[in-house]
């Protein structure tokens, strides 16, 4: 059996440079509480992302519920269901109601003209999801959420170092929450960060992930603890360093499949949009009247071990937790791509003729 392929592997720096990074850790004894580490990576995310605010957080879900609560907003929040979890639980665990707002079926992003038809008296914020990297139409959402005063948080989980048009991913909307889990373009091993416009917010952030904490003696807000601690931002800086070069890589392969599977019948594949400077986080394929159903084709690529991945299904608004609260028919074609998306494996060190062994399987060729 030829050795397992995930959808991902995570980035990681040679282990001297590692090394070399924690090294004075064993000086300071400082491992977490905003060290000198966590600094550093605050800033060289800065000017990486291109962006002047930046609060670092443990984890990319973390992010979010704070920025949620940092904004203290109260009633519906417009949202879409084809997601991770993550995007919808911080809503809810906020005691918010979450609204589902439809995808549209070309780049899976929030479909506009519904969106502002879903708007209320209750409404307060919109959740938009840059969904494998893939931009929102942002002028738009910027325009709706003017005119009914509503709050803009991005689920940019997916979105690292994407610009459009020139500008920065992380420059959009009140804040924008990224990712930097294992299995994203640029990991802390868990970690996350939100940018956001209002200079004011940093502050108060920086109390959300610390018990709420304003001082030593003083607790201004109902906070948790997310704070990144100094081992993951020193992989952070590590990572940092060959992100360029690990992207470029990512490039490679995704033009290999677009290449291998541009002349197959019944399979859509992903596109780079419109004055988008991509990250190539994933290859998601909508497999729709293909000689393979998605299902199928995932288990043939599982008999080689091969693991793709159902991203996203099934729909946050499917969820068991959440009972018949939320009905999945209100967003049809969310539900009809999340029946038939297939995330294929990509990452910077996937070889080409692996890629090529995957869409045999997928043509229906013979095994090498
Ligand atoms: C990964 C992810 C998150 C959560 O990020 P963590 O860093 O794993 O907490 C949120 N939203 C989306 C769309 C994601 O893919």
Redesign the pocket.
């Known amino acids: 059996m030829p050795k397992p392929i995930q959808v991902t592997k995570s980035s990681i720096p040679p282990y001297e440079q590692f090394i070399e990074e924690i090294k004075d850790l064993w000086e300071s004894h400082w491992l977490t509480n905003m060290g000198i580490k966590h600094q550093k990576l605050e800033h060289e995310l800065a000017y990486y992302l291109d962006t002047p605010n930046i609060s670092l957080f443990s ?6 519920e704070s920025s949620l609560s940092a904004f203290n907003l109260s009633g519906e929040v417009i949202t879409t269901p084809f ?5 919808t639980q ?1 809503i809810v665990r906020n005691g918010l109601e979450p609204v589902f707002c439809d995808i549209t079926p070309d780049d899976y992003t929030i479909q506009i003209d519904q969106l502002e038809s879903l708007i209320t008296d209750k409404t307060t914020a919109i959740v938009p ?1 840059h ?1 494998y990297g893939n931009i929102c139409d942002v002028k738009e959402i910027e325009r709706i959420a003017k005119k009914y005063n509503l709050k803009v948080i991005y ?1 940019a ?2 979105a690292f170092g994407i610009t459009v048009n020139g500008e920065s991913i992380a420059n959009f909307g009140d804040a924008s ?1 990224f ?3 294992a ?2 373009v640029f990991n802390t091993i ?3 960060a939100l940018t956001f416009k209002d200079p004011q917010l940093k502050s108060v952030l920086n109390a959300y992930k610390n018990f709420g904490m304003t001082g030593p003696e003083s607790v201004e807000y109902v906070g948790g603890n997310a704070k990144m601690n100094e081992f993951q931002a020193a992989m952070g800086l590590c990572n940092l360093r060959n992100v360029d070069e690990e992207i470029e890589k990512r490039q490679l392969v995704f033009e290999r499949y677009i290449e291998q599977l541009s002349e197959i019948k019944g399979i859509k594949l992903p596109f780079i949009q419109q004055g988008v400077k991509s990250n190539y986080a994933y290859f998601p394929v909508v497999f729709d009247q293909h000689k393979f159903t998605r299902d199928e084709v995932c288990e043939l690529l599982k008999e080689q071990n091969i693991f793709a991945r159902k ?2 299904y099934p729909l946050t608004n499917s969820f068991k937790c959440f009972g018949d609260r939320f009905n999945p028919d209100d967003t049809p074609m969310a539900k009809y791509i999340a029946d038939r998306v297939l995330t294929l494996p990509l990452y910077a060190d996937l070889a080409l003729e692996d890629v090529d062994q995957i869409c045999r399987i997928i043509k229906g060729g013979s095994i090498r």
């Open positions: 984890n990319g879900h973390l992010a979010l997601t991770f979890a993550s995007t911080a999801v969904v689920d989980a997916h929450m990712s930097f889990h299995t994203k868990e970690g996350g991203y996203f």
